[in-house]
């Protein structure tokens, strides 16, 4: 879809912003009316600063690394039986 893409969500229009220099620029100000959502701020009361809600690309992306090949197609596909059977476990409970 490319790095920045515009949706609605119910009535309201969404824009999604996937490369990280964009991002930066979004979040650092540079871009007028944008900042941290709502969302992001209250995600932060609970998640910390973490890949979903940090603000800054310099420390965005050394664990945007770390995490990489955890999050690779392959091995979250490795675990997939395990997620739904957790998942299932949850539900049943």
């Known amino acids: 879809q490319g790095d920045v893409v515009r949706y609605m ?13 964009l991002i930066q620029r979004c979040l650092g100000g540079d871009v007028p009316g944008l900042g941290p959502s709502p969302v992001t701020r209250a995600a932060r009361v609970v998640l910390g ?3 979903l809600t940090i603000e ?38």
């Open 49 to 51: 600063d973490g890949l």
């Open 9 to 21: 969500s119910g009535a309201q229009r969404r824009v999604l912003v996937s490369d990280p220099a």
């Open 56 to 93: 800054e690309l310099e420390r965005w992306r050394p664990r945007r690394v770390l995490i990489q090949r955890e999050i690779s197609y392959r091995n979250v596909r490795r675990h997939a039986a395990q997620f739904a059977d957790l998942a299932q476990q949850r539900i049943a409970g």
